[in-house]
């Protein structure tokens, strides 16, 4: 497995998309900084509760986007990492030395992310460090630790689509597994704007329904859950209070314990359902 853990990586260092993606993230990075510099300048003289609205809006704004950036590098980097193999003839030679294939499909999810986790690292925190600095502790007052359970959570983004478009990769073709894969991301997107708007809405019959599609499609993909559960930890206090004011992740719409530890078991089925339909497709 050692041997192709490190071809992965090496193969995912060489990729052109991996190349633009880290250009593209560092001019986001590099205007996203621009616009916190002069808005939080501009909110000098403002009342706490405007200043309030700002942050939750801001903060959540670049990690949504920065959310985007993370889910498609993770969706193009897996969707083609069986297929486009077996598309080559390269596991004849591969596997007709002593590798099991199971070895294989875990070999690619790992040598992925050991590359995905350090960019979403550097991605997520440069996003936060960027409001730290220039709210000058006056707006931003995260703690670390929530800033570390917030990180650990949207390490779930990378390992579910990567889980995901590895199992798509095993069973179909590399555009397939790349439409596919993308349709269902867009699908948790609508599901948990569902969820959000069902909680304003007045009437009974309306909220439920638009509320059960929100679900549905949230158990289908669960993707968005992971944006939702990393803005509620961020924006939570010591005592429990969160702050986060109708934000674009959905901070009136916190997702439950149960949810994440359906996430876990998602990601778990996802691999074992990946190994078993490599180890029966014919190459």
């Known amino acids: 497995m050692n041997t192709i853990i490190r071809l992965t990586f090496l193969e995912m ?3 052109k998309i991996l190349h633009i993606t880290i250009i593209l993230t ?3 990075l590099a205007l996203y900084g621009i616009a916190a510099k002069y808005a ?9 509760v405007v200043k309030l609205g700002f942050l939750s809006q801001f903060v959540s704004m670049g990690i949504y986007v920065g959310g985007f950036i993370i889910a498609f590098l993770s969706v193009f980097s897996s969707v083609g990492a069986i297929s486009s193999d077996i ?10 030395k002593p590798i099991a294939r199971y070895e294989v ?19 997520y925190l440069g996003i936060i460090g960027i409001n730290i600095f220039f709210g000058k502790g006056e707006v931003i007052n995260f703690t670390l630790v929530a800033i570390i359970k917030s990180l650990l959570i949207i390490y779930i983004l990378p390992i579910l689509l990567v889980s995901v478009g590895i199992f798509l990769s095993c069973r179909t073709s590399t555009v397939g597994a790349g439409v596919i894969l993308v349709i269902l991301y867009f699908l948790g997107m609508i599901g948990g704007l569902l969820e959000k708007i069902s909680f ?10 638009i509320s059960n599609i929100g679900i549905i499609t949230s158990l289908i993909i669960p993707s968005d859950i992971v944006y939702r559960k990393a803005s509620s930890i961020l924006f939570t206090t010591k005592s429990g ?9 959905g901070g009136n719409v916190q997702p439950s314990s149960f949810m994440m530890i ?10 074992i359902l990946a190994t078993r339909k490599f180890q029966k497709r014919d190459l």
Do not use: C, H, R, W
């Open 87 to 96: 598309e080559n003839g390269t596991y004849d030679a591969i596997l007709s």
């Open 262 to 271: 359906y996430i876990t078991f998602y990601i778990i089925a996802m691999i």
């Open 200 to 209: 304003v809405l007045t009437d009974q019959v309306a909220k439920s329904v």
């Open 40 to 48: 939080y300048a501009g909110l000098a003289n403002q009342d706490a």
């Open 26 to 28: 560092l001019i986001f």
């Open 241 to 249: 209070l969160n702050f986060n004011i109708d934000s674009m992740l």
């Open 105 to 123: 499909v875990l070999g690619k999810i790992i040598g992925l992310l050991s590359i995905l986790i350090p960019y979403v690292t550097i991605m």
């Open 13 to 15: 260092k060489e990729k």
